[in-house]
């Protein structure tokens, strides 16, 4: 999963990007099929980009929020060799941006959004407004436990007012990240 909402956060590395933090809030879901049940869940929370540092891996950043146990993670690459970000050509004016997953084992996920000019304090982006997703995984959890496959279906929306507050008080990654933090604890979520 960490792999994958990593991959997800990479989608909004757009070249496209001129300013400074972009905000997507985004809403998954996963059914998850082994190890002798079917089990749903969701996760919610915020992929974050800091543009100027794009591609670099400290660009990036996923807070995933799990609503039912009140928890979150924050989680920052580590790379940025397993995907690849294509803009597609569908006539004009339709540009689509499309990002392909590619994972060890049998993991796949496509991110794709028709890309968009959004206006904000800084200036406009051309960037997806909303992106859908979807994608599965095959995995184990350990060496020799049973295979689970996970299937992955959401969405991806841009976070206009998170984006323009973090570059109205020129808020990093890292502050960014912070008050994030802040709002989920005020509202009696634990960081995991």
Do not use: C
């Amino acid at each position: 999963m960490k792999t994958i909402l990593f991959l997800f956060a990479a989608f909004f590395s757009l070249p496209a990007l001129h300013a400074d933090l972009v905000i997507y809030k985004h809403n998954i879901s996963i059914t998850r099929t082994g190890g002798g049940a079917i089990t749903k869940s969701k996760t919610t929370g915020w992929t974050l980009l800091d543009s100027i540092n794009a591609p670099e891996t400290n660009a990036l950043a996923i807070v995933a929020v799990d609503d039912v146990r009140r928890t979150f993670i924050v989680e920052k690459p580590v790379t940025t060799n397993d995907f690849e970000i294509q803009s597609l050509d569908a006539g004009t004016p339709k540009t689509y941006t499309v990002l392909a997953i590619y994972g060890g084992g049998f993991r796949g996920m496509t991110i794709k959004g028709l890309d968009r000019a959004i206006r904000t304090t800084s200036g406009t982006n051309t960037t997806p407004r909303t992106a859908s997703v979807s994608g599965s995984d095959v995995f184990r959890f350990s060496e020799d436990g049973p295979p689970i496959f996970d299937e992955y279906k959401g969405n991806a929306t841009f976070d206009l007012p998170r984006t323009q507050a973090a570059r109205t008080e020129t808020l990093d990654m890292d502050q960014s990240i912070q008050k994030i933090r802040e709002f989920l604890v005020a509202k009696g979520y634990t960081e995991n």
